[in-house]
């Protein structure tokens, strides 16, 4: 048998801002405030499904330069351009990290600056 992964967490400096962000791309909904400033999301059907749930924990650290791990997504009901201006308007923002110009995705930054990829929709192979 073999793990998975079960949920993300994410240090931030203002968890609720996040959530509402994050909550808005992913079609997530609060699922949890344990009482010690974070916020739980995940997916309308809850814990314990195929995606995990992403954990927004308060800290008063400075960011780090460049965050080890980001997420990748990709729209599920509309094409790229207007999976972007949707994330734009949400408050997303376009990150420099070097790109060429030429790839097939756009980086961008939440409202905290933590980076993902807006991807091409994927075929599901299954």
């Given at each position: ?17 996040l959530a ?64 972007l201006a949707?994330?734009l308007a ?37």
């Amino acid at each position: 048998m073999a793990c998975r992964i079960s949920e993300l967490v994410l240090e931030c400096r203002d968890p609720e801002l996040l959530a509402r962000f994050w909550c808005e791309v992913l079609d997530f909904v609060v699922l949890d405030r344990p009482g010690d400033g974070s916020v739980e999301i995940g997916p309308r059907e809850g814990f314990g499904g195929p995606q995990p749930t992403i954990i927004l924990s308060p800290t008063d650290d400075p960011p780090r330069a460049k965050s080890r791990l980001h997420l990748d997504v990709n729209a599920t009901d509309r094409d790229q351009d207007a999976e972007l201006a949707r994330l734009l308007a949400l408050g997303a923002r376009p990150a420099d990290v070097g790109q060429t110009g030429q790839e097939s995705w756009h980086v961008l930054a939440d409202p905290e600056g933590n980076e993902f990829c807006l991807l091409r929709t994927r075929l599901n192979p299954l």
